[in-house]
């Protein structure tokens, strides 16, 4: 298991972290997704298989961009 943390930017409402949560909810092996429009920040936690960019083409799809945050 593992988590881990992205800078995303765009995200203003609800309905981001929504769109942002159902997009990265697709990925297999997804276990939990906390994302925040406040902090722009999205955590995702799942099996070591889920890859970054496997999560950054997901929220790309969702019409946002995000980074690795280190």
Same mark, same amino acid.
Request: one cysteine or more; a negative charge.
């Given at each position: 298991?593992?988590?881990?943390?992205?800078?995303?930017?765009?995200?203003?409402? #609800?309905?981001? +972290?929504?769109?942002?949560?159902? +997009?990265? #909810?697709?990925?297999?092996? =997804?276990?939990?997704?906390?994302?925040?429009?406040?902090? #722009?920040?999205? =955590?995702?936690?799942?099996?070591?298989?889920? +890859?970054?960019?496997?999560?950054?083409?997901? =929220?790309?799809?969702?019409?946002?961009?995000?980074?690795?945050? =280190?």
């Amino acid at each position: 298991m593992a988590t881990n943390e992205y800078q995303v930017t765009g995200m203003t409402c #609800g309905h981001c +972290e929504m769109s942002i949560r159902e +997009e990265v #909810g697709e990925i297999a092996g =997804v276990q939990d997704i906390q994302v925040s429009a406040q902090t #722009g920040r999205l =955590v995702v936690t799942g099996s070591d298989s889920v +890859e970054d960019s496997q999560i950054l083409t997901a =929220v790309t799809e969702a019409g946002y961009s995000a980074v690795r945050a =280190v």
